[in-house]
């Protein structure tokens, strides 16, 4: 549970950092999903399935 929770919180805290900057750049969502890819791969997510996420949302 507690990798869940860890997960949780980073998530929350990127995405926390993207609502405080009003208009967001290609940068900052590129930022972000870089982020987000290194707390999926930290949660031990396999390394593709990580990589694929990121792309589709991009």
Do not use: P, W, Y
Not at 39 to 58: G, P, S, T
């Amino acid at each position: 549970m507690a990798m869940f929770e860890s997960l949780s919180k980073r998530l929350e805290g990127i995405f926390s950092n993207l609502d405080g900057q009003g208009k967001l750049t290609e940068d900052d969502v590129n930022s972000a999903l870089r982020e987000v890819r290194i707390a999926l791969i930290e949660a031990d997510v396999n390394l593709r399935v990580a990589r694929q996420f990121v792309e589709r949302v991009k």
